[in-house]
């Protein structure tokens, strides 16, 4: 019988730092969209804006901790991956248009 122990890679700082930065945005009433690159995330993010959302572009940082994925959206064009965040924006007390 050969015992196998399975071995796990610590995260990276920027991995870790890039885990913290989603949870606490989902905390904070962020939904991360889509990954995605330029030119679509300037156009995805003015369309966002303009159905009353609030918009957030986090980098992207991929498993290997340099943020460049080439297997996702970003294809061998080795553009930066960004996460598209957004959230409704909340009508302040004093705009309450039910009276």
Known sequence: ????????MAPSAAMQSAVSVHN??????WIR??????PRLSELVDTYKK????VRVED?????GDGNAP???????GQQVRAL???KIKASEGDDKSL
């Open 1 to 8: 019988m050969v015992n196998v122990i399975p071995i796990h």
């Open 33 to 38: 969209q889509m990954l995605i690159c330029e």
């Open 24 to 29: 606490n945005l989902v905390r904070d009433g």
């Open 85 to 87: 965040y957004v959230r």
């Open 51 to 54: 159905l009353g959302y609030e």
């Open 60 to 64: 992207y940082v991929a498993a290997d």
């Open 71 to 77: 297997d996702t959206a970003g294809g061998d064009s």
